[in-house]
Structure formats: C-alpha cells, structure tokens
C-alpha cells in the first residue's frame, strides 16, 4: 500500500512551458486535493475533486487544471508556467466525501517546481 | 471562506517544558481541525484531530483543545523533545460543500536540548 504518490519529485521549467504534476492514490479514496506551499504561508488549496469526474476550484486556481477521469489519479496541469508559480506542490486525498464527517487527509511527499 | 489565524509563527523552548500553538478561524460552519507537523522538506503528517462535538482530545503528549463560542482551538505539546522540534499547521473544513482544508500559516517549534 503505497498511500499517495507524486511524480517527479523535483522539476525546472522555463517561463511559458506547460508540465503535468501526477498525483496517485491506492487507498481508493474519493476526495483528493492539490495545495502549494509558498514560505510563511502555509498550504494554500489550488483544485479540489470530490469523486471521478467532478472537480472544483480552491482558493488559487489560476494558472492550473486538474481531471479526475478514474478515482486513483488526479494530475495537476501548468499551462504556461510562471516565476509565481515556483512552490512545493502537494497532493493530499481523503477517504469518502459521504462519510457523515470529515475524514483525515494523507498527503504525497510533495513536487518542489522552480520556474526560471 | 474561512480565514484561519495562526499564533505565534516562531516558538522556542527547553527540552522538557510545555509548548502551546494557537489558532482562530471565521467560518462558524467548520466543524474538523487537524493538526498537522512537518519536518524540513518532508510532507505533513497528521499529529491529532478534533471535531466541533469534544471540547478535548489527547494523545499521550499532544492535546488539543477547541474552544466554539470563541472560535478557537490549541495545540498542547507537553515534555517536549529535540524530534518536537519542527513546523506544525492547524486547519479547519466543514463537512458541506467544499469541505477542503484552511490552513493556518505555521508555527516553527524548536526545542531545545
């Protein structure tokens, strides 16, 4: 059981080049979730999915897109990167957005992005 | 959407003493605040939860404790060791619509021998 994976662990771009962050999950959770974490700021929402083939915004969306075609991966879309978008990427899921209260999230072991 | 406050962001004490983290959140709907520690470059990992229905959980030597009329709740490490030492992160979510993750922005405890 391998919990939530991410692939690459590490990446450089060039201003303006589009990447896909991968984001996996073994524990055939439902809820799964993509937060960056900048200095001083904590970890800060970007995209939400509540189950295959619905997502949602957070509170930074701009610059990303996310699918969630199967329940086990939610990858994350840069389309045209950006120096602001420099930032550790994580991808977190939870067990079952019908649970009748929040379910602890497990997070991945993070993408460090640096965009030149 | 929910605000959640975080207090203080630095934290320093002796191997053995006390440490209390605060944090405040806007949203009178939240209902679940994890804690979270996370050690340099790794991911963060759950430590201890509450729900808003308990007032106090513990878990050998974390605690923490919620506080709903004043919409607040803590983070009590007791005996602290040089491994406390790290960055620790509440959140708070409701369990309707979005029910994702607040952060708060993070409280770097350093424990010393």
């Known amino acids: 059981n391998a919990g939530v994976t991410q692939t690459p662990k590490f990446q450089v771009l060039k201003t303006g080049q589009s990447m896909t962050l991968q984001c996996a999950q073994d524990?055939?959770?439902?809820?799964m979730s993509w937060y960056r974490q900048d200095p001083g700021m904590g970890l800060r929402l970007i995209h939400y999915s509540v189950g295959a083939g619905i997502t949602d915004q957070g509170e930074v969306p701009n610059g990303y897109n996310v699918s969630r075609s199967t329940t086990e991966d939610f990858p994350l879309r840069l389309l045209s990167a950006a120096p602001s978008q420099t930032s550790v990427y994580f991808c977190?899921?939870?067990?079952?957005?019908?649970?009748?209260?929040?379910?602890?999230?497990?997070f991945g072991d993070g993408t460090r992005l640096s965009i030149l | 959407g929910e605000n959640v406050e975080q207090h203080p962001s630095t934290l320093s004490v002796q191997e053995g003493d006390s440490a209390v983290i605060k944090c405040t959140y806007s949203?009178?709907?939240?209902?679940?605040f994890p804690w979270y520690k996370q050690e340099l470059g790794k991911r963060p990992q759950l430590i201890i939860d509450i729900r808003s229905n308990v007032g106090e959980k513990k878990d050998q030597r974390i605690a923490v404790t919620l506080n709903k009329t004043a919409k607040h709740f803590s983070l009590h490490i007791t005996e602290t060791q040089p491994e406390d030492s790290a960055v620790y992160f509440c959140a708070a979510s409701r369990d309707t619509g979005r029910r994702a993750l607040t952060f708060g922005s993070g409280t770097r405890l350093q424990v010393q021998p």
């Open positions: 524990m055939n959770h439902e809820y």
């Open positions: 949203d009178s709907a939240s209902n679940y």
């Open positions: 977190a899921s939870s067990r079952d957005r019908l649970a009748l209260s929040n379910q602890p999230q497990h």
